[in-house]
């Protein structure tokens, strides 16, 4: 007589269903619409930055668009007739198998995806190409750390404050400026809990010395190609037009290469700020602040940066800007700072700084006695991403709480 049995379950997958996309601000909303859609289960296939078309792209900040999918899952087990004889076998073998295989499996599956899938939508977000390349990064057990190289490692008690200084990623250049006070040597050997509220106490007042002189109503950005220099200024424009009541008027100066991007002037339309394309059209007689846009320079042209220093000289605009990417190496950005010095620049803004792993070297840019550092830029959002207090956004992210 036959007996009805269970057999282990197939190994046959079922195909998994077609990938869903999302459009989201952050890597928070992701796991959050992700999980809503498609549950704890969910996988991350990719993740790529998204940036807005047009005007949109000046007035918002990129988006991140996810492509998720639900797992492959095993078909249901099929039951099946077998003989007695069979039937009689001890089930123990036969339960192993289904604990090894069936339900057992699949509940790990699902316990592990539930507790990676923040962290999946998280790293990939922060692996985004700015180009819009695809991210194809996995789950992983370990996520890299974009904290400083303070906050990785364990402060120990007997820290003093100037090797917590060197580990914060204070240049050494700049801590050596600073050795030449009797002062700041004496907190240096000081314990960390000690010698940390009086190392802050010594640098404001340090940056407070000397106080550079204002900005003039003749203002020119320099700086090199993918520098941001566009986008700084129309931080400034919205802060200028929004919050001080200002309306400044723009000139977009060519030199040696054509401005091929019309997002300033169509912002400025949207501002209601005057921008002109001819030196000509502006009236540098009158006391109207005026914003100068160049386009970028070349580290190895230094013809084409006296061209620009020129024609800067000629229209009498005494206050430049050097605007630099953050993201760049040390040795770049002191190249960007020697070209901007022979040009005349005493003011400076880095911008990139969201894609900052250590932020210990901008503390160099912050105290440089020569040029004032205006703001920091931290994304394309012409209407935000603005750091003005430089000094406690540096205190902030540097020092622990």
Known sequence: MARKV????????????????????????????????????????????????????????????????????????EEAYVPAAVSEAPAASSGTTEEASGAGGEDLEVKENSETSAAVVSDAAEAVVPQGEVSTRGATTERPSHLSRVQQEPVAATLTCGKFLNRAGFPDLLLARFSADAQWREICELPLAVGLTQAIRWIRAYRGREVPAPLSNRIAFLGGPGSGKTTALCKILAR??????????????????????????????????????????????????????????????????????????????DSRVLVMNAAYETAVLNRFVESGRRMG?????????DELDHIGKLWAFLLDTQRQLVLLSNGQNVAGDRIDDVLGFLIERTFPQ
């Open 6 to 77: 269970n057999t282990p379950k197939s190994t046959k997958r079922v195909p998994k269903a077609a990938p869903h996309r999302f459009i989201v601000r952050s890597a928070a909303e992701a796991v959050e619409q992700v999980r809503d859609a498609l549950g704890p289960a969910a996988k991350v296939i990719s993740v790529r930055q998204v940036k807005g078309v047009g005007l949109q792209r000046f007035l918002s900040s990129p988006r991140l668009e996810i492509l998720a999918c639900l797992p492959e899952e095993p078909e249901e087990a």
């Open 240 to 317: 200028d037009v929004f919050i001080r009541g200002l309306r400044p008027q723009v000139l977009r100066l060519e030199v040696d290469k054509p401005h091929l991007d019309d997002g300033l002037s169509l912002y400025c339309d949207v501002l209601g700020v005057p921008c002109f394309r001819s030196q000509v059209e502006v009236d540098f007689d009158s006391d109207a602040l005026i914003y100068v846009d160049l386009p970028g320079y070349s580290l190895r042209e230094q013809a084409e940066q006296d061209r620009v220093l020129k024609v800067l000289d000629r229209l009498e605009i």
């Open 345 to 353: 620049a005493d003011f400076q803004i880095l911008t990139h700084v």
